[in-house]
């Protein structure tokens, strides 16, 4: 079983990925990941400060990003599971 640390950094990496799939670094004013995963419960947040002019909707990415941190811990509990 995955510990709560490895939960946590593979849930950030995953959303982490999906913002600067969208946005390069230096495009953002600000962003924001936080995970926490306590008793077996994954809660992601994640906020994202792009500029008005930017090609992609500052919201969308970060729900997009916050689905990807969840799938990125199911599979990494599948992963544990098959072994």
């Given at each position: 079983?995955?510990?709560?640390?490895?939960?946590?950094?593979?849930?950030?990496?995953?959303?982490?990925?999906?913002?600067?799939?969208?946005y390069k670094?230096?495009?953002?004013?600000?962003?924001d990941v936080?995970?926490?995963?306590?008793?077996?419960?994954?809660?992601?947040?994640?906020?994202?400060?792009?500029?008005?002019?930017?090609?992609?909707?500052?919201?969308?990415?970060?729900?997009?990003?916050?689905?990807?941190?969840?799938?990125?811990?199911?599979?990494?509990?599948?992963?544990?599971?098959?072994?």
């Amino acid at each position: 079983m995955p510990t709560d640390e490895e939960v946590v950094q593979t849930a950030a990496e995953a959303a982490e990925g999906v913002i600067f799939a969208h946005y390069k670094q230096s495009e953002l004013t600000d962003f924001d990941v936080t995970v926490t995963f306590e008793e077996g419960v994954l809660d992601v947040d994640v906020y994202v400060n792009a500029p008005d002019d930017a090609a992609q909707d500052a919201d969308a990415v970060a729900d997009e990003a916050a689905r990807a941190a969840g799938d990125a811990v199911d599979e990494l509990f599948a992963a544990d599971e098959d072994e």
